[in-house]
């Protein structure tokens, strides 16, 4: 066999060795931080995020009963006081000063729409529209749809693609899904694998889909 074939292919071999190391890395990252984050109703874990020994849960159990009644009791007595502040002082209050138009009122509380925050984050980002659906991984008529607003809300995987693809950190991932009525959740482990590649600022989607593959969970963009 030639010299250079068999450089070529010793080259390779450790290219892919390699390649295949990384991806056992990850993998193994990966999974670490699920058993640290993810809850599903077997294993239960608390802030200090360690798992808890078999003896121990009822303790801890018993613990969190204790102080769910205790913010009870606390948020009850503020009720009261609250309820009695407001019988003391609005008697004297003009009718017209207690009545708020409720049109008016849900209007100045509304938040701003989900497609003009995507927006603001592509130019604050310094990215293009092409480049964003690109890395998202999604189809560009369907960018268009997201773009014009118009009442069309993407899915929760469309938008996870988008932060991805934004390279956004937590809290704008956490506010992004928000303005659009969704919210990543520790007791789903397709949340909890995107919690981890956002939180280690991991942006490459492809990675993220091989990964989700690996655990039998969807895949972003289509």
Not at 72 to 85: D, G, N, P, V
Not at 154 to 180: F, G, V
Request: glycine content about 4%; charged content about 30%.
């Amino acid at each position: 066999m030639p010299l250079n074939v068999i450089r070529n292919y010793i080259t390779k071999k450790n290219v892919d060795k390699a390649a295949f190391s990384l991806s056992n890395e990850l993998l193994d990252d990966v999974k670490a931080f699920i058993a640290q984050n993810y809850i599903d109703g077997k294993n239960i874990q608390y802030a200090h995020r360690r798992p808890i020994p078999r003896e121990g849960l009822e303790y801890y159990k018993n613990e969190a009963l204790s102080q769910t009644a205790e913010l009870s009791i606390s948020e009850t007595t503020r009720a009261l006081k609250t309820e009695s502040f407001l019988d003391t002082h609005t008697s004297a209050m003009p009718v017209a000063a207690m009545q708020i138009s409720p049109r008016k009122d849900l209007k100045v509380k509304l938040d701003e729409p989900f497609a003009a925050t995507l927006l603001k984050l592509i130019d604050s980002k310094g990215k293009t529209d092409v480049e964003v659906y690109k890395r998202a991984n999604i189809d560009r008529k369907l960018f268009s749809k997201i773009r014009k607003g118009k009442g069309y809300m993407p899915s929760k995987k469309t938008i996870i693609a988008l932060a991805i693809a934004l390279e956004l950190s937590l809290p704008e991932t956490h506010d992004l899904l928000r303005r659009a009525g969704f919210a990543l959740s520790r007791s789903v482990m397709f949340d909890v694998i995107i919690e981890y590649f956002i939180t280690k600022q991991k942006y490459d989607i492809f990675d993220i889909n091989n990964v989700l593959f690996e655990y039998d969970q969807p895949l972003l963009g289509g």
